[in-house]
């Protein structure tokens, strides 16, 4: 039964991958043809001011599924999920939003909290960088209680 469900797993997460490469690829694709149309057939002026923060919106998005791709990955190569990555994805994911909305259209407390989430897994990602390097040295895991918990 657990030999089946690991097929089943791994099968799920080839599908994944697969999805989100075909997402990747059809998003870069996009991403040329309006940068094709913006240059080509629009004045540069109104290209800038009409086509490229959506451009920027796009790219990230691609960088965004790139980490995701890269998590992925890593969680079928070693069979656990790598914090640090899904970390990283959240936070692109969140700079991503700060970037691409506009400060104008968004309230005080909107933007505090865009940055408490940002400050929140920046130090999140911080802990996780630490606790790696601490399990380098030591080897051993940031996870392993430590003597004093055990007596």
Request: proline residues 1%.
């Amino acid at each position: 039964m657990e030999r089946y469900l690991r097929l089943l797993q791994k099968g799920i997460i080839n599908f994944t991958l697969f999805i989100i490469s075909l997402l990747l690829l059809l998003a870069l694709v996009d991403v040329f043809i309006r940068l094709y149309d913006g240059l080509f057939h629009f004045p540069f002026r109104q290209f800038i001011e009409q086509q490229y923060q959506e451009l920027i919106g796009l790219f990230l998005m691609i960088l965004i599924g790139v980490e995701l791709l890269e998590a992925i990955k890593g969680f079928l190569r070693d069979e656990i999920l790598h914090v640090e990555l899904v970390v990283l994805v959240a936070i692109i994911a969140v700079s991503r939003k700060v970037i691409v909305w506009g400060i104008t259209k968004s309230s005080a407390s909107e933007m505090l909290s865009l940055a408490a989430v940002l400050i929140a897994l920046a130090a999140t990602y911080w802990v996780v960088k630490v606790c790696y390097k601490k399990g380098k040295k030591n080897s051993s895991n940031c996870n392993k209680p430590s003597d004093t918990e055990n007596s």
